[in-house]
């Protein structure tokens, strides 16, 4: 059974904060609120919860392309090789916001990913998920939780996702209505910006 944890964006309560960060350094999995759709997330370096968010996803842990949710840019270099002031200006024009930026990866990226030449960084416009990922001293995983409803992509309702993931998650933060739009994924591993995925995010920051 999930706890459903009510935060409010506005004013994320301590406490409530605190309780989640605990559920991630136990390796537990969580559903949160970002600036678009609700994703489903654990702590980039622990294995056992990759794996799980893997098996509720029902693809490979090796070939599962999710992205790191980090509470500024300033936490880019733990992550990311060096990049050009061009490709840095973009990051600062768009960041916070409801972008998944592809960036070429550096040698410190956590095992599980160790193979992986990109990755792809999100800071959202949400102060919920980047006050967690701030409490929990590294980046979660971010991927969105999709419906099988063919007509309804996304569940935007946390009531709802939590009647649905109860018993496959270990908490799922009430951070109100989600969006039903994803990110704007841009591909910036090589320099020349490549839109990916036209989603919320405006195309003007390029």
């Known amino acids: 059974?999930?706890?459903f944890i009510k935060i409010y964006e506005e004013n994320p309560n301590p406490k409530e904060i605190k309780r989640v960060v605990q559920v991630l350094q136990k390796g537990g999995v969580?559903?949160?609120?970002?600036?678009?759709?609700?994703?489903?997330?654990?702590d980039i370096t622990n294995s056992r919860a990759l794996e799980r968010i893997a098996r509720i996803k029902g693809v490979k842990l090796s070939k599962a392309n999710w992205s790191f949710v980090?509470?500024?840019?300033?936490?880019?270099?733990?992550?990311?090789?060096?990049?050009?002031?061009?490709?840095?200006?973009?990051?600062?024009?768009?960041?916070?916001g409801p972008y998944t930026f592809i960036l070429p990866g550096n040698n410190n990226l956590p095992k599980d990913f160790k193979k992986k030449k990109t990755v792809g960084i999100r800071i959202p416009d949400n102060l919920i998920a980047r006050t967690i990922?701030?409490?929990?001293?590294?980046?979660?995983?971010?991927?969105?939780?999709?419906d099988d409803d063919e007509l309804l992509e996304y569940t935007t309702d946390p009531e709802l996702i939590h009647e649905?993931?109860?018993?496959?998650?270990?908490?799922?933060?009430?951070g109100g209505y989600g969006d039903n739009i994803a990110s704007t994924i841009i591909d910036l591993s090589d320099g020349?910006?490549?839109?990916?995925?036209?989603?919320?995010?405006n195309l003007d920051i390029l």
């Open 1 to 3: 059974m999930a706890e």
């Open 30 to 42: 969580i559903i949160y609120p970002t600036d678009t759709v609700y994703g489903l997330g654990c």
């Open 70 to 96: 980090c509470p500024s840019l300033s936490n880019l270099s733990d992550y990311v090789r060096q990049i050009d002031t061009a490709t840095f200006k973009i990051l600062k024009r768009a960041l916070p």
């Open 133 to 146: 990922v701030e409490e929990l001293g590294n980046p979660i995983v971010s991927t969105s939780i999709r």
């Open 164 to 174: 649905k993931w109860d018993n496959l998650v270990d908490v799922v933060i009430d």
């Open 192 to 201: 020349e910006p490549t839109v990916i995925r036209e989603g919320k995010g």
